[in-house]
Nanobody
Framework: QVQLVESGGGLVQAGGSLRLSCAAS???????????MGWYRQAPGKQRELVAD???????NYVDSVKGRFTISRDNAKNTVSLQMNSLKPDDTAVYYC??????????WGKGTQVTVSS
């Protein structure tokens, strides 16, 4: 129905920046009923947590730990969502997953991209 493909992860030193991107593809009907898109992350031994999400109308939501450092954006025409990550910290190290929530039905997940921040 919908496939999400992430790109942009990697290794960066503390204080550096990375930009993650996610492209949605698949059946047009199912893409068009996607409302929120966002990014989750999961560090070793921890639960997956929401980092940021954005609605089709542009309303954003961030976890407190990334406010002021990360910015989520979305291009509805291209079916993409991006996460600009600045002032990265070692605690930001995790696998980052793109997610898309349809108006009805189950959440779609990408396969994840590794972000490693060295101290």
């Amino acid at each position: 129905q919908v496939q999400l493909v992430e790109s942009g992860g990697g290794l960066v030193q503390a204080g550096g920046s990375l930009r993650l991107s996610c492209a949605a593809s698949g059946t047009i009907f199912f893409i068009n009923i996607i409302n929120a898109m966002g990014w989750y992350r999961q560090a070793p031994g921890k639960q997956r947590e929401l980092v940021a999400d954005i609605t089709r109308g542009g309303r954003t939501n961030y976890v407190d730990s990334v406010k002021g450092r990360f910015t989520i954006s979305r291009d509805n025409a291209k079916n993409t969502v991006s996460l600009q990550m600045n002032s990265l910290k070692p605690d930001d190290t995790a696998v980052y997953y793109c997610a898309a929530d349809p108006v009805y039905g189950s959440r779609y997940w990408g396969k994840g991209t590794q972000v490693t921040v060295s101290s």
